[in-house]
C-alpha cells in the first residue's frame, strides 16, 4: 500500500526541475517515506493526471499526491518541512 506518489520527469532540460525533483526523492527516501515515482515523460497520461490532481492545466513537475488528494509542489513541500509539519502535507 504506496499511496504516495511523486509526479517527475526524467526528461527535462531545466536544471532547476531536476534539482526540484533530486531534493523531493532524497528527502522522502532519508526520512524513509515510502512512495510511488511516476515519470510523467514516459506518458502522456501520466501528465494529465498529475494535472488534473494539482488542478492545473500547465502544472510542472515535481507534484506530490497521496492517493488522488493532492499534496502539493516543492514550494509547499519546502514550506512544510521548514514548518516541520512534512507529515501532514503528505497526508501521512
Same mark, same amino acid.
Given at each position: 500500500?504506496?499511496?504516495?506518489?511523486? %509526479?517527475?520527469?526524467?526528461?527535462?532540460?531545466?536544471?532547476?526541475?531536476?534539482?526540484?525533483?533530486?531534493?523531493? %526523492?532524497?528527502?522522502?527516501?532519508?526520512?524513509?517515506?515510502?512512495?510511488?515515482?511516476?515519470?510523467?515523460?514516459?506518458?502522456?497520461?501520466? &501528465?494529465?493526471?498529475?494535472? &488534473?490532481?494539482?488542478?492545473?492545466? &500547465?502544472?510542472?513537475?515535481?507534484?506530490?499526491?497521496?492517493?488522488?488528494?493532492?499534496?502539493?509542489?516543492?514550494?509547499?513541500?519546502?514550506?512544510?518541512?521548514?514548518?516541520?509539519?512534512?507529515?501532514?502535507?503528505?497526508?501521512?
Amino acid at each position: 500500500d504506496m499511496p504516495l506518489t511523486l %509526479f517527475f520527469s526524467s526528461v527535462s532540460g531545466s536544471l532547476e526541475l531536476k534539482k526540484n525533483q533530486d531534493r523531493i %526523492f532524497f528527502v522522502l527516501e532519508s526520512k524513509k517515506i515510502p512512495f510511488e515515482a511516476v515519470d510523467i515523460s514516459q506518458n502522456p497520461e501520466h &501528465k494529465d493526471l498529475m494535472r &488534473k490532481r494539482a488542478g492545473n492545466p &500547465k502544472a510542472l513537475p515535481p507534484q506530490l499526491c497521496n492517493g488522488d488528494i493532492y499534496c502539493g509542489d516543492i514550494a509547499a513541500f519546502e514550506n512544510a518541512i521548514e514548518m516541520e509539519q512534512l507529515e501532514e502535507f503528505l497526508k501521512l
